[in-house]
């Protein structure tokens, strides 16, 4: 049978969300313009048994799909973008304030609503069919996502509320709220981020309103689909749509980062929107991306009943921006507990210059492991589930470092081994082997 051996490394145990009694050894909604009801932690999931998960007070039974681990399930309730004070509450809370301010509707209102309780649980026709993504997208895989059933699911993005918002009869909204993806273990990604999704449509008056003899400007055409706009769309509207969601993203980074920032557009794709972009900032010398965006394809406004529309998304990641903004190294924090964490976000006013302490003075510890990978059907976040649940939050990293396959039974598809090495760190205390 063919070996191959594959080498990874997994990275910095550190105490940030970790009970004292863990020892580590060497190997292992609804209002018009605010909605903040969230379920409360301690209600939210319950461990599943053989045949049904429970969650949020409902029942999902489970199937040949079902994939979400326990470790997951006691992460959904927890809401750390309202969590007073927590970082991610700080970033949200400065996105809104902004958007309060600066866009308002004809009575004087904030024209934006705002919606962050919404249920991480959706549908799998709102996380990928309302989105017009295709059934044999990359990004429908079990290996990506958790999904309870093959009919329900932990939202991959914030992007799933989309098409029920629009259809509810609103052009101007806000949805943030925690999503869950299986993901590499590295210091920048985790099981469960939180993002905050933006949509506005205009209608024909809305967006021509201000252009000098825009009286016999329309918004749509039969057309051709280009590199620059969709087919049912002229290109005056997609120009001034276009202009308008850059200059919004615009205003709003320079608002958190400060003036005098450097902004840069890349043209991308995502199945939702056409033109894409994303948004790229220069900060402290070093360009990073910090969303996406585009004009929402027509045929997501149509199915969701605003025929007469045409608009803008983005949606950007609230623990992206944080790191940036606070200088904090490692996703795994924002879980944390530890008060010498929570403490240096409380402040007087959520706009108040931090920049987050370290609280480790130990290095961390180095340990290699190998083992058979249990099938075929094995996939690396598989191993990456494994680690977290029984790591938990104290895993940093993991890298693969190294293949190997027997030459004489490279050919036969025989079983198959990994290898990885684990780096351990705490923050209270030195790591032995």
Known sequence: MAMLWKFMRVAKYSKTALSPKVKVR????????SSSKSA????????PCSNTVELLGKSYPQDDYSNVTEKIL???GKNLHNRKHHPLWLIKEQV????????LGRRGTPLFSVYDGLSPVVTVQQNFDSLLIPQN???RRKEDNYYLNRDHMLRAHTSAHQWDLIHSGLDAFLAVGDVYRRDTIDNTHYPVFHQMEGV???SCHELFSSIKDGEGL????QGHRTAHKQECHTMEAVRLVEFNLKQVLTKLMTHIFGDGLQVRWVDCYFPFTHPSFEMEINFQGEWMEVLGCGVMEQQLVNSAGAQDKIGWAFGLGLERLAMILYDIPDIRLFWSEDERFLKQFIGPHIWQKIKFQPLSRYPPLINDISFWLPSETYSQNDFYDLVRTIGGDLIEKVVLLDEFAHPKEKESGGRKKHGTSNCFSKEEMPETK
């Open 26 to 33: 060497g190997i292992p909604t609804h209002s018009r313009h």
């Open 40 to 47: 409360p932690s301690d209600f939210a999931a319950s461990a």
């Open 74 to 76: 006691s992460k959904v």
């Open 96 to 103: 809104k304030e902004h958007f309060y301010k600066h866009y």
């Open 137 to 139: 997208h990359a990004s």
């Open 200 to 202: 506005r449509l205009f």
């Open 218 to 221: 329309q918004l749509f055409e």
